[in-house]
Structure formats: structure tokens, C-alpha cells
């Protein structure tokens, strides 16, 4: 069975970055596809960004997605934060199993909050 462990949110200023990780473990796996998505307070989960790195226009040119395959990790590096990225953020990620079965999991989330 498939685990994902989030990593990397906390309590930023404004203008600072923050690095989040999410980390699959367990065996016999292949990920596929992964993303960052975002939901604040009263608001609707949405897409942050991609494996094929479209992103959502808030987050252009200030947040980037990449992929460890050795460590079955993806990141999202984010930087020049905003009040308004203020969210709990979550991956999600796609992937196979090697006898055949497909899964799609999310993070637990990690707290995000940018603020002076």
C-alpha cells in the first residue's frame, strides 16, 4: 500500500518562499502523474499546478513543480508569497502498481500561511 507524507508548510512573510515535499513510500509502485492543489479558508480546492507544469495564473512565474523519481517525491517550490497563497496544500499523486492495479492518492495537506 501507497503512503504519501507532506512535508515543508509553516508560517512564512511575505515575499519569503517555502519548499513543499511529498514523499510515496511503500513497494512494488510507478508513479504516473502527480500535482499540488490548494484550498483556503471558505474557499474551493483548486489546481496549483502540474507534472506537465501548467500552473494556476495566481502562481505563475513564483511557483515551480519538480520530481525526484529516485525518492518517488514531488515538489513545489514556492516563492515571493503572498497573503492571498495563504492554504492548506495538498499533492496528489497517480500511479500503477506492478501487478497491473491503478491508485490516486492525496496528502494529508500541509498548512500554509503567509503573513507579517
Known amino acids: 500500500q501507497v503512503q504519501l507524507v507532506e512535508s515543508g508548510g509553516g508560517l512564512v512573510q511575505p515575499g519569503g518562499s517555502l519548499r513543499l515535499s511529498c514523499a510515496a513510500s511503500?513497494?512494488?509502485?510507478?508513479?504516473?502523474?502527480m500535482g499540488w492543489y490548494r484550498q483556503a479558508p471558505g474557499k474551493q480546492r483548486e489546481l496549483v499546478a502540474t507534472?506537465?507544469?501548467n500552473y494556476a495564473d495566481s502562481v505563475k512565474g513564483r511557483f515551480t513543480i519538480s520530481r525526484d523519481d529516485a525518492k518517488n517525491t514531488v515538489y513545489l517550490q514556492m516563492n515571493s508569497l503572498k497573503p492571498e497563497d495563504t492554504a492548506v496544500y495538498y499533492c496528489?499523486?497517480?500511479?500503477?502498481?506492478?501487478?497491473?492495479?491503478?491508485?490516486?492518492?492525496w496528502g494529508q495537506g500541509t498548512l500554509v500561511t503567509v503573513s507579517s
Open positions: 496528489k499523486v497517480y500511479g500503477t502498481y506492478n501487478d497491473g492495479r491503478y491508485f490516486e492518492l
Open positions: 511503500g513497494s512494488s509502485f510507478r508513479l504516473n502523474d
Open positions: 507534472r506537465t507544469k
